[in-house]
């Protein structure tokens, strides 16, 4: 390999390659049952790497490359051993994807023929198998004690025996696995006085999720949003990942498991966006739900060709709310920027019924409390005036929907010419909402009659969604040509 490098886009600071090489080699050996599997990726990389370095970042071998370098790094992060077990097969998984994406590499080189470039497979099962002898032995030969003193409070732990726990469901491991992780769990939980830990089927260990470090949209009330992979018995999907900011406490635990119960525990909708799961006990707390391919409501509606599914998909939005209601759950955070476009132009609500950890936040985070006092532009007096959970009713998110009307109809946040004191003053005051251009009559009456001051005059949901189904039916037939497809 030539001493020449190039800088690895994606890496803190950008090191070159050659370095970033050589730091790995160490890396490898910090996992030792998985030193063969990874020591046979870096042969790779370091064989292919003079194919790739002359050539331009944006060229898609090179791009390929970096990203396996990246993703390396990454996996190759210094682990306690329980965390190790715990997603032993995930990292077999990932190590694979990641020789696979070389593979294509090697062809556009071609180089693909080469002994350098196909050993790897020949090696495969004989370097898997190794993995389950070396981690035996690891683990056998740490006591209880050893195991639970490689981490940081019991917080910590119990991450850990989740994530263990998560482990043993993976399909397809040996049996030899699976009874290793099991005996695990016990020695640990035991000696820990874990034994009376609540799983949760709806948990996923941080390890089992890759996810770009820029976020995507709008900074929102309680964390960023960013896009990302899950790998689940051996499947990787996209998906996208909401981490809480870092400066949330403890205090928001609870709210965080209850919120995730919640969603977790609803029926399956056409227009609730679909939870994986999550966590409520690492740091950053996080979930993982399906990816929303489209982006947000407003972002989708700026898009000229796409207006004349305007009312359609408020028609959409409508309907989640009305299920959302039949749950016994209000919104509570309704905008655009938690209305998300998925497959077939189809409007998912998201983030609803968080309001106690969207409170905490704000008291904790700059950040939150920032986008929160941003948020005041959707929120009716009554929820401005009140405190605490209770504030939000289901008249609250009829007013909130009206806003998003208003956002997705000017392409800017409601109120958009005033400052967020100015905006919260006209609200409480009972001020209306200027009228935006491009509504008829007939909308900007439905529209304000949602967003009366008085929630009592507000029309119920079954209501709205009677007068919204006109509106849509009369955009068919005035747009044929615009698609839900």
Request: charge should be negative.
């Amino acid at each position: 390999m030539s001493t020449e490098g190039f800088p690895i886009l994606g890496l803190k600071g950008t090191p070159s390659s050659v370095k970033t090489l050589a730091d790995l080699s160490g890396r490898c050996r910090r996992m030792p049952e998985n030193e063969k599997l990874c020591r046979q990726l870096l042969d790779r990389l370091q064989f292919l790497h003079d194919g790739v370095a002359p050539l331009a970042d944006a060229d898609s071998p090179k791009k390929s490359y970096m990203d396996v370098v990246v993703r390396f790094v990454k996996l190759l992060r210094r682990k306690p051993l329980l965390l190790r077990l715990a997603s032993s097969e995930t990292l077999v998984a990932t190590v694979r994807e990641l020789q696979l994406k070389l593979s294509d590499v090697a062809k556009e080189l071609h180089l693909a023929d080469q002994p350098e470039a196909t050993q790897w497979e020949q090696q495969w099962d004989a370097d898997r198998a190794e993995q389950f002898g070396k981690l035996n032995e690891l683990v056998a030969g740490a006591s209880e004690r050893m195991l639970v003193n490689e981490f940081r409070g019991d917080k910590k732990v119990q991450e850990a025996l989740m994530a263990l726990n998560s482990g043993m469901k993976w399909k397809g491991q040996s049996p030899e696995m699976l009874a290793l992780k099991q005996a695990t769990f016990s020695r640990v939980s035991g000696y820990s006085n874990q034994t009376g830990l609540r799983m949760f089927d709806w948990f996923i260990p941080i390890d089992d999720v890759e996810y770009e470090d820029e976020a995507i949209g709008n900074r929102g009330t309680f964390g960023d949003v960013c896009r990302g992979s899950w790998i689940h018995d051996g499947e990787r999907m996209g998906v996208v990942v909401k981490q809480l900011f870092p400066e949330t406490s403890s205090e928001s635990d609870d709210a965080f498991l209850r919120q995730l119960e919640l969603w977790t525990s609803l029926p399956d909708n056409d227009h609730i966006l679909k939870l994986y799961g999550g966590s409520h006990v690492s740091k950053p707390q996080f979930y993982v739900c399906e990816n929303a391919s489209n982006g947000n409501l407003a972002e989708f509606l700026e898009d000229e060709k796409h207006m004349g599914l305007y009312w359609q998909l408020f028609q959409q939005v409508a309907e989640g709310i009305k299920f959302l209601h039949s749950q016994k759950t209000v919104h509570g955070g309704l905008k655009c920027n938690n209305i998300l476009v998925g497959d077939k132009c189809t409007a998912k609500l998201a983030d609803f019924g968080f309001s106690t950890v969207r409170t905490l936040s704000a008291g904790l985070s700059q950040m939150a409390g920032q986008a929160n006092t941003k948020s005041v532009r959707w929120k009716p007096n009554e929820v401005l005036e009140e405190t605490g959970t209770e504030a939000a009713r289901y008249e609250s998110d009829i007013y909130s929907l009206a806003m998003c009307m208003i956002e997705a109809k000017t392409h800017e946040v409601p109120f958009g010419m005033d400052a967020d004191s100015e905006a919260m003053d006209k609200i409480m005051s009972g001020q209306r909402h200027e009228r935006p251009e491009g509504l008829s009559d007939a909308e900007w009456d439905f529209i304000s009659r949602l967003s009366d001051p008085d929630l009592t005059k507000r029309p119920t949901i079954d209501q709205v969604l009677k007068e919204i189904s006109a509106f849509a039916e009369a955009e068919k037939q005035q747009q044929p040509k615009a698609s839900m497809a």
